[in-house]
């Protein structure tokens, strides 16, 4: 499929590309350069369940380790 791009870069997705890509408007998608090539792909969050008491806990720990590198700037 060949694609035309238009005024300040844009590109129009088809129907039938976005349809493959799974992806609407408002969507995202990641776009890389690789060689010579342009590689586009869905970005789509993985949604993962985490124990919020495990989150609380990893997330305390970062913080106390910040706050100490900070106490000894001062």
């Not at 129907?15 to 010579?36: Q, Y």
């Not at 919020?52 to 706050?67: G, K």
Request: glycine share 6%.
């Amino acid at each position: 499929m060949i694609l035309k791009v238009r005024k300040k870069g844009i590109i129009i997705l088809p129907k039938k590309l976005r349809e493959a890509l799974g992806v609407d408007e408002g969507d995202e998608v990641i776009v890389e350069v690789v060689g010579e090539e342009l590689v586009m792909r869905a970005l789509k969050p993985r949604i993962v369940d985490v124990d919020p008491e495990i989150a609380e806990r990893l997330l305390r720990e970062e913080y106390d380790l910040e706050r100490g590198r900070y106490a000894r700037m001062i």
